[in-house]
């Protein structure tokens, strides 16, 4: 298996722009997560989704932060507009089920606003 | 709450000694399960090992051991004869099974820096 794909690698973008950032999961994985790593703040988890449904976007900083799950193999994050604070790297992760909660990360989205 | 806490920040060693990294965790939950990855400095975070709340049994991958004590709510991880491959950040993290919502909290992580 491929793992979880993320894309792009790398993003730098001007203040205000959206950004959005994709990630295809390990085929079968029923759960599909969204973290954010910084210095300050370490991992934190955004969001999740169980079976393409979101569970819980409590983490979710703020309006400007969204994200979909339309089919089992796809998810999207999006930042509009984005502002430097929200320069992080950003990792998007799969797990296959309850009983395997041990989440398998994808390479990770640098972004970068300026 | 889930709470995962890594003291050392960062480590140095010589290359083939022992390292040992805390971790202490918090959770309310009697089923639950506890993770160790790394995270060397490309970047991407791999996955080590899971223990369930209900198997105290150490584990010993290779250079690679793990001891779970309920008793201490720890969960200790040590790198035997460590090599410069090693040098990574490692994160423990935690997650509460009850909910079946597989989410994980992670601490802050150790920085491991192996010197040759």
């Known amino acids: 298996d491929a793992g979880v794909i993320q894309s792009p690698r790398h993003e730098v973008t001007e203040m205000g722009q959206e950004v959005t950032l994709r990630c295809k999961p390990i085929s079968g994985h029923d759960y599909l997560f969204w973290y954010r790593q910084t210095m300050m703040r370490g991992l934190e988890l955004l969001i999740y989704?169980?079976?393409?449904?979101?569970?819980?976007d409590s983490g979710m900083p703020e309006d400007r932060f969204s994200a979909k799950m339309p089919n089992a193999s796809f998810s999207t994050l999006k930042i509009q507009p984005s502002e430097p604070r929200d320069s992080a790297v950003y990792f998007c992760?799969?797990?296959?089920?309850?009983?395997?909660?041990?989440?398998?990360f994808g390479q990770g989205t640098r972004l970068t606003v300026v | 709450a889930q709470k995962v806490t890594q003291a050392q920040t960062e480590i140095s060693v010589v290359e083939k000694e022992d390292v040992t990294l805390d971790c202490v965790y918090e959770t309310r939950d009697t089923t639950y399960y506890l993770f160790w990855y790394k995270q060397p400095p490309s970047g991407e975070l791999v996955f080590l090992i899971r223990r369930n709340s209900f198997d105290e049994q150490n584990e010993i991958s290779g250079r690679y051991s793990w001891n779970f004590q309920k008793s201490t709510s720890s969960f200790n991880f040590t790198i035997t004869a460590s090599q410069v491959v090693d040098s990574a950040v490692y994160f423990c993290?935690?997650?509460?099974?009850?909910?079946?919502?597989?989410?994980?909290?992670f601490g802050k992580g150790n920085q491991v820096v192996v010197i040759p």
């Open positions: 993290a935690l997650s509460e099974a009850s909910y079946g919502n597989n989410r994980l909290a």
């Open positions: 992760a799969s797990s296959l089920a309850t009983a395997f909660p041990e989440a398998f």
């Open positions: 989704f169980n079976n393409n449904v979101p569970i819980d």
